[in-house]
């Protein structure tokens, strides 16, 4: 698939699955998504304005300004996502009267979920539905504001406009919701095939680099370090490896050196030829044996 189509093809996925969510976990028991169509929510909520359309409008200025200060690349896959969004969130806005979840905690949590894997699936693609995404962009261009704090501070206030209007307690339900929401889209987005990241210092390096290659089917690379007191040159050896593979990499420097130092970090994501797959079939080949 042509990786233009492949990216709107996403971002319809992503704003159908997103508008689900808000109509039917949020719309029942009063719950704000954040932004721009929370915005729109509370609107709704008072004079039954439909939500896509009055979100849509309001995006008018923020789109004005994108046009003026962003490119015409990034203008155009916003609008995109804001035309989906809004036409499929008031498309499925039956699924509200569906009453699906009468429990307000667990209609918070998977609302979020939903919503954010939502979301998720259209930030992969560097997609945007506009809303706080321009407002993030042009404040991170333009002042090097963080997108998370200008996101934080309206957020906020549609928090504070929601207890004013229908109590503390779907307030609160509410930010719990963002919460889940924003943990959910991020982990979409960097991907769930996490990862460790290992370096270690030894002066056995090659023995440990060996064992790692024939035993544990990973490839390692030799990076060049100096020591900040002694001056001394050293060789760190560095290793991405699968999550059950930690123990066998411990178990092998370990052996050759019990006084290596060694780091072990998350790999939110590991892209590039051959680690889906080892490159060295350790496995098959101690099977076959």
Not at 172 to 194: E, H, I, K, P, Q
Not at 278 to 284: E, F, I, K, T, V
Request: glycine residues 10%; contains cysteine.
């Amino acid at each position: 698939m042509h990786p233009e189509v492949k990216r709107y093809v996403s971002v319809a996925i992503g704003c159908l699955i997103a508008a689900a969510a808000v109509n039917l976990f949020f719309v029942p028991h009063h719950l704000l998504s954040g932004g721009v169509s929370g915005l729109a929510m509370i609107f709704y909520f008072l004079f039954d304005w439909p939500i896509g359309l009055v979100g849509a409008l309001m995006n008018i200025p923020l789109f004005f300004a994108a046009h003026r200060l962003m490119d015409r690349s990034y203008v155009l896959n916003a609008l995109f996502g804001l035309s989906v969004f809004s036409v499929a969130i008031d498309a499925t806005h039956f699924l509200s009267e569906l009453n699906v979840m009468d429990d307000v905690l667990l209609s918070a949590i998977y609302g979020g979920v939903i919503s954010g894997a939502g979301a998720g699936i259209m930030y992969r693609v560097n997609g945007s539905s506009g809303g706080l995404d321009i407002v993030g962009s042009i404040m991170r261009k333009y002042y090097g504001l963080n997108m998370g704090a200008v996101s934080f501070m309206i957020n906020c206030f549609l928090m504070l406009a929601g207890a004013a209007m229908f109590g503390l307690k779907p307030a609160m339900y509410t930010l719990l919701s963002m919460y889940v929401t924003s943990r959910v889209a991020d982990a979409v987005t960097a991907g769930f095939n996490r990862k460790k990241s290992i370096l270690v210092i030894s002066e056995q390096y090659e023995a440990i680099a060996a064992d790692i290659i024939d035993e544990v089917g990973r490839g390692a690379t030799f990076l060049y370090g100096e020591g900040a007191y002694t001056h001394q040159e050293k060789r760190v050896l560095y290793v991405v490896i699968t999550l059950t593979q930690i123990g066998r990499v411990k178990a092998i420097v370990e052996r050759h050196d019990p006084h290596a130092f060694m780091i072990v970090q998350d790999a939110n994501e590991v892209l590039g030829k051959g680690f889906n797959l080892p490159l060295y079939p350790a496995d098959d080949r101690q099977a076959k044996s």
